[in-house]
């Protein structure tokens, strides 16, 4: 049966595998170590108080939030009843002049085209008038004789300037 000492001295001198069965055995020969019904009986309570702490602690965290939360919006609906009917009441008021505002303008609007609708049917009895169409037609032929005009002139006038 080989003992510590041995392994020890097979280690020192370098001699490795004898080292590791040495160490094997020495290990193999170890007694089982068991733990006695007091401490497994010690462990089993104090597992069960730790879980039965964790549970209570969890419960007095959830009331104490639910209270809080409570407590916030109750507070947060007496402080804040003023302010949510005057948002409510300018909230109609804007709606109403909305309201108000898209009706003149869509009157306002169908005024402004009926306006168009007329000045544009003027116009149009204008231009389609056998004395406009007339009229026209002159005003376009003094403009072509004006241009012809032009023309001649520049004409004669480059002419004597490219003799020099």
């Not at 490795?16 to 193999?28: K, S």
């Not at 909305?98 to 204008?126: K, M, N, Y």
């Amino acid at each position: 049966m080989p003992n510590e000492r041995q392994w020890l001295q097979a280690e020192q001198s370098g001699q490795e595998e004898l080292a590791e069965r040495i160490f094997a055995r020495v290990v193999a020969e170890l007694p089982p170590i068991e733990p006695g019904t007091g401490f497994v009986n010690r462990t089993v309570q104090r597992a069960w108080q730790a879980r039965t702490r964790r549970r209570h602690v969890r419960c007095v965290a959830l009331i104490a939030a639910a209270l809080f939360i409570t407590i916030a919006a109750v507070g947060s609906i007496y402080e804040l009843t003023a302010l949510a009917m005057g948002l409510v009441v300018r909230g109609t008021l804007v709606f109403s002049h909305g309201l108000v505002c898209l009706l003149t303008s869509a009157g306002e609007g169908a005024r402004w085209w009926w306006i168009a609708a007329r000045i544009g049917a003027a116009v149009r009895d204008t231009i389609a008038a056998p004395s406009a169409a007339a009229s026209v037609a002159a005003a376009e032929m003094v403009g072509l004789l004006a241009i012809y005009a032009f023309q001649r002139l520049l004409g004669a006038d480059l002419d004597r300037h490219k003799k020099r």
